[in-house]
């Protein structure tokens, strides 16, 4: 219930190239994996900060690391990681960051945290559940083109005005407050089936990624990042869906690229360089992980390094 199985661990440690007394920093906690494995790695002048929007997350890590003196363990978002990790060490620059994006297991698998279609729960899917506003009250409210915006850009779901169109006109009668009371709604208006999937897993997904902004988390904690690493740190991000994936694929390449303009001349000037260098291309899970971690299936993981 309380467990979270890392993905890509190894390949992640290997993307960071630690140095063993540098200043690391995970800025998806989670249940800490990833977090164990750069601690086993750093050397006792090393420090890692550990970042996680999820009170749960942050409680689980103390209990955990109680005795872990290099460890900083902050509540927060990742889109104000500069702040939070300047804010808990003395140095001004780290040596690396990684991203974990999308949910842990035990905010899935805990009904009270409304992320499962599978389980009857509050509709609620916020990360952080001390801010913001749950699903339910935002489906309150939102105009049906609001609504299926969302569901058709942020799940990619064909169906988004069909399914817009039935919660408006369901929440007339009675709120959608339960999850299984949106899957069901949802399943009545998905007409074609996926292999594998429930009808209602692209709406969740939507839902779920409009509430935590998470998108625009992505966007300035990848910002930040570029601004906390050090010369030659490294940018380690695992994504899960074509559209985090995306969002790092480009991050990556809009500033491990010459400007297009300076591109043209036949010198460019000095200072010109872009701040990143692609490491690689993008990885995958080993086929034994994938077989025995549903989740790594569609784990994507992308390195970049800061140029001196
Ligand atoms: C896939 S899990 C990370 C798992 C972790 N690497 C491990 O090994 O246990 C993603 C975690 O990131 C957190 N998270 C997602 N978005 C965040 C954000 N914008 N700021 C901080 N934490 C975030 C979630 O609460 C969740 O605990």
Not at 129 to 147: F, N, Y
Request: charged content about 25%.
């Amino acid at each position: 219930m309380d467990e979270h199985t890392p993905v890509l661990v190894e390949e992640a440690l290997e993307a960071l190239a630690l140095r063993p007394g540098g200043l690391y920093v995970d800025a998806t906690f989670g249940r800490g994996g990833h977090s164990a494995r750069i601690l086993e790695a750093l050397g006792s002048g090393g420090e890692l900060v550990a970042i996680d929007r999820d009170p749960a997350a942050i409680a689980a890590g103390r209990t955990r690391f109680a005795h872990e003196a290099r460890l900083h363990l902050v509540h927060g978002e990742f889109a104000e990681l500069a702040t939070l990790v300047l804010a808990h060490t003395t140095r001004t620059h780290c040596d690396g960051v990684l991203f974990d994006f999308g949910v842990a297991s035990p905010q899935l698998d805990d009904a009270a945290r409304g992320f499962s279609f599978g389980k009857d729960g509050p509709l609620d899917m916020r990360m952080d559940p001390t801010s913001g506003q749950p699903v339910s009250v935002w489906l309150e409210h939102a105009g049906a083109d609001e609504i299926r915006h969302v569901i058709a850009t942020l799940g990619e779901e064909r169906f988004a005005s069909r399914i817009a169109a039935e919660i408006v006109r369901s929440r007339g009668a009675q709120p959608l407050t339960r999850t299984t009371e949106l899957a069901a709604l949802v399943a009545r208006c998905v007409r074609t089936r996926e292999p594998g999937k429930h009808p209602a897993t692209r709406t969740f997904q939507a839902l779920r990624m409009y509430i935590n902004d998470e998108l625009g988390q992505m966007q300035r904690g990848l910002e930040q990042a570029l601004q906390l690493l050090a010369a030659g740190g490294r940018l380690v991000a695992i994504s899960f869906h074509s559209l985090e994936d995306r969002l790092v694929k480009r991050f990556i390449r809009v500033h491990s690229e010459l400007d297009p303009v300076l591109a043209r001349l036949p010198r460019p000037p000095a200072g010109a360089e872009p701040p990143l260098r692609r490491i690689g291309s993008k990885q995958r899970a080993s086929a034994a992980e994938r077989a025995a971690n549903p989740r790594a299936r569609s784990a994507v993981l992308r390195i970049a390094e800061r140029r001196p």
